[in-house]
């Protein structure tokens, strides 16, 4: 859609900045989540610089810890949860055929408080002081762990930093959930019933009602940490007779639906790339909404697997071993229907297709080594080490990060119109593919052998040069990929060829209309009749209603 | 860890073993089927109509709902006998008693019973049990020593315990697992096991006062006259700190800076000239020493045996 006639760029600042559009907010969701992904790209990259080898000295100990706080930070809040956030705005309304999400301007709201909660995090570098009083930034872990944080052994002002930069863009996220919720609830086209929507719309009603019970106990437990700090309250104090284990349960119990948040959009993206690229409908569609509900409400309820270590009593970790155990019987029912689903088709293997088999192979592992740590016995010698550094990577970076760029190769083309390159694509996958593997499986061997997270060098002759050498390695391969991809975007939005509407010939109403979408959406609202819509379309005689 | 001396992580080991098998079983069937499928199913570019459509098969789907049920109801059962049967807070049978406590960044040893006191490095009989009882000063940290046993624990105001027992003579590596500020990285812990005769004469040793050596007296009285009183404790001599590690037989240690640095007297100068030259943000602060001060002290320090 070209401009007839010339806007200034001061115009088309003001028109993004004040915008309500549900399109326009995704994209600057998925913008500022790919500008902090670079950012803690980097925190990351020094981070395996310091560890190449032992006893190094690269970087200081506080900036260690302040680079391992933040990316952890950023990561999870700054580029987990804006770009499941924007995909959600952007495709949920185009997915069941309405104009818009079903407040305009809470939606805007929302994203400004990202916005701003995370420019106030960053501005924390400048502005901040951490534990010794010189450092910036946060340092005290993403889990801000009492009484670590108390004004006590955390003088400086890098922990307000952190819960008011996290409480800020928290209730961004609370907003954007409560209006995805309505959203799916009351503004499906005509036609779509809830076992008619398309698995991304289910996935991302259950992640934001995930949202809605996990975030306000974080928010919670910031402004009790705030009170603590600021005014003397003694909620986590452990110097005034506090238990600081207190800290640790809520925060998980925000923790770690928290980590369901960030993988059940990555499923949502997946469930839909699968079936386009093997030509195939879903299988197991009931199933799946099934298993997506089910890990929904497990995960409310599996919280102390991350304090097997604290001392809970043998009951209490019998009990969340067992639950955390339960949650791989949903999980794998999703694998396999995945795995079901490119049974029998026929696959075409293009860059959204490659992140996507990427996504099952690793985030199969990751999900075997997290049952591996529900073990009790064997998470008290793999808690806290390397073992489980690697477990979450395969899980977030192997699991989420792939799913997003399956999902960004796959929809680039409805967002802008333009393909991205295929072979940069390919070299991006590759490059990234390895370089996961070699960073991230030697870290298993590496928490074996003894080495705990969070530390910023480690010992010589102990048995883990060769496998933090390998490690660091790898982080550089992947820098290449990163560079390729941000490569990928520049080019084929400048020389990309033309996508049209449905360049993938795939079966979900965002493809009917055109790319980009213009701002309504649909001229005409759209009436379905099965889950894929436009598969129905294409084929008058054999649709897909008479099977569902 | 996967190098076990102690019953508790042999037990862990073969725990572990068990749970690979399973989970390796698993790992081979998925990943084989989605490679298989990856290959046998991928399009060769001159198909005509799409394959067909198969929206799902109630047993199939049945099947591998129960089956990974069933395998996750073998782990749990497995998992919670060996919970109980390692059950931590029970002190076994004829236990060697240890208050171990967390302090940035290094840990003191106080052997109650025996009236001893140390940090860092943790000397025990061979084949006895050792209780140790995790206490906090400040933050939470935790006491890992991989070959030994797994990891709990030292929380404030909670009391954490767990067991282990060495078979073999030698020194087991371990550190600090739990984030607890700047020198995390460097709160190593050595745990020393030895013959019983070995192990009593240590005793015998560590429960004597500081040793006087008439030539490093003014060594002594420029420990005396300095700060350095004021965190670290020397039977006999003085007993008015307790933040700090217990100096009374400094020389009986393999370490200083909780493991971050050899005991020798190069080390201890520049340990006094700069701590931080050797862990970066530890809390012993830089007391400004001149030369002379520091071959005093280092002279005093040298005799504590």
Redesign the interface.
């Known amino acids: 859609m070209t401009t007839k006639q010339h806007i200034p760029l001061s115009g088309k600042l003001h028109e993004w900045i004040t915008t309500v559009d549900h399109k326009k907010l995704g994209i600057m969701y998925i913008l500022c989540g790919i500008f902090y992904l670079l950012i803690a790209g980097c925190e990351a990259l020094m981070m395996r610089w310091q560890l190449a080898i032992p006893n190094n000295d690269i970087l200081a100990p506080e900036t260690f810890n302040a680079f391992f706080t933040m990316h952890g930070t950023t990561m999870i809040f700054l580029v987990g949860m804006p770009i499941l956030l924007g995909a959600a705005n952007y495709f949920v309304p185009l997915m069941i055929g309405a104009r818009d999400m079903a407040f305009p301007r809470l939606n805007a709201f929302g994203f400004w408080l990202f916005f701003f909660g995370a420019l106030l995090l960053y501005f924390s570098f400048l502005g901040g002081q951490g534990l010794t009083g010189e450092e910036g930034a946060p340092d005290n872990g993403w889990f801000a762990y009492a009484p670590l944080t108390s004004k006590t052994f955390s003088p400086g002002s890098a922990t307000d930093y952190w819960i008011i930069a996290l409480f800020v863009s928290g209730m961004g996220s609370i907003m954007t959930a409560i209006n995805l919720v309505t959203t799916i609830l009351t503004m499906r086209c005509k036609g779509m019933t809830m076992m008619k929507m398309p698995i991304f719309a289910w996935m991302m009603l259950v992640d934001a009602g995930l949202i809605l019970i996990a975030l306000p106990t974080l928010a919670a437990i910031q402004i009790m940490l705030l009170l603590d700090r600021q005014y003397g309250a003694h909620f986590f104090d452990a110097q005034a007779g506090a238990d600081p284990v207190i800290w640790q349960h809520l925060f998980w119990f925000f923790g770690h639906p928290e980590v369901y948040i960030l993988i059940l959009p990555a499923f949502a993206f997946i469930s839909e790339v699968t079936p386009v690229f093997s030509r195939k409908v879903l299988f197991g569609y009931p199933l799946m909404v099934v298993a997506t509900v089910s890990i929904g409400f497990i995960a409310l309820g599996v919280w102390a697997h991350h304090m097997f270590t604290t001392g809970l009593s043998p009951a209490v970790l019998s009990y969340f071993a067992g639950a955390t155990f339960l949650i791989g019987v949903p999980t794998g029912m999703k694998i396999f229907n995945w795995i079901a689903t490119l049974w029998g088709g026929q696959i075409r293997y293009e860059t959204p297709m490659l992140f996507a088999i990427g996504f099952i192979a690793m985030f199969t592992i990751g999900g075997l080594t997290g049952i591996m740590l529900a073990v009790v016995p064997m998470d008290w010698q793999l808690s806290d080490t390397y073992f489980v550094v690697g477990h979450f990577h395969f899980v977030l970076f192997g699991g989420l990060l792939f799913a997003i760029f399956s999902g960004f190769y796959y929809w680039f083309p409805k967002v802008t119109g333009k393909l991205l390159n295929e072979t940069i694509g390919k070299w991006q996958f590759w490059l990234l593919f390895v370089g996961f593997v070699l960073t991230f499986g030697p870290m298993h061997f590496s928490g074996f052998e003894g080495m705990p997270r969070r530390i910023y060098t480690f010992m010589p002759n102990r048995g883990l040069e060769m496998y933090n050498m390998l490690s660091s390695i790898g982080a550089g391969v992947q820098a290449i990929g990163f560079v390729l991809f941000v490569y990928n975007i520049i080019h084929s939005l400048l020389k990309g060829k033309p996508a049209g509407d449905d360049p993938w010939d795939a079966w979900t109403l965002e493809w009917s209309t055109t790319s980009p979408p213009p701002p309504w959406n649909y001229a005409k609202t759209p009436v379905v009749a099965s889950r894929r819509p436009l598969w129905d379309l294409k084929h008058p005689g054999d649709p897909d209603w008479e099977y569902e | ?2 190098d076990p001396v102690s019953p508790v ?1 042999t ?2 080991r073969d ?2 073993m068990l ?2 098998g399973v ?1 390796g079983i ?2 081979v069937v ?2 084989g ?2 490679v298989w ?2 290959i046998r ?4 570019g001159n ?1 005509t109509t ?8 109630n047993p ?2 049945l099947a ?2 129960v089956i ?2 069933l395998i ?1 109801l073998v ?2 059962l ?3 006998r ?3 049967s ?2 931590l ?1 029970e002190p076994p049978e004829g236990a060697l008693r240890v208050k171990a406590t967390g302090h ?1 960044w290094w840990w003191e040893f106080e052997y109650e019973d025996l009236g001893i006191t140390t940090a860092g490095e943790l000397h025990v009989p061979k084949g006895v049990p050792v209780f140790v009882e995790l206490r906090s000063f ?3 940290h ?1 006491f ?1 020593v ?2 030994l ?5 030292a ?4 009391e ?2 767990l067991w282990f027992q060495a078979d073999k003579v030698g020194t087991w ?14 709160m ?1 812990i050595r745990v020393i096991s030895e013959d019983e005769d070995d192990f009593d004469s240590w005793v015998a040793n560590q429960q004597l006062d500081a040793v006087e050596i008439p030539e490093a007296l003014s060594g002594k009285d420029t420990f005396l006259s300095l700060a350095c009183v004021n965190c670290h404790n020397i039977d006999g001599v003085m007993l008015q700190g307790g933040f700090a590690p217990n100096l009374t037989h400094l020389m009986s240690r393999e370490t200083i800076a909780s ?1 971050a640095a050899e005991n020798t007297p190069e080390n201890l100068k520049k340990w006094l000239r700069d701590p931080n030259s050797i862990k ?2 530890c809390l012993m602060p830089n007391m400004m020493l001149s030369e002379e001060q520091i071959d005093l002290l280092v002279g005093y320090l040298t005799t504590l045996k």
């Open positions: 860890m996967l992580s037990t862990i725990l572990f749970v690979f989970i698993i790992f998925t990943e089927a989605l499928s990856m199913f991928r399009s060769k198909e799409e394959p067909p459509q198969i929206y799902g098969s199939i789907e591998w709902t990974p049920i996750v782990l749990f497995v998992t919670t060996t919970i109980y390692l059950d807070q940035q400040d933050v939470i935790s890992w991989p070959r046993a797994g990891k709990i624990d929380i404030p105001n909670r954490n315990h590596y371990g550190q600090c697992a739990e984030f607890c500020g700047t020198q995390h990285a460097k190593l493991g970066d943000g």
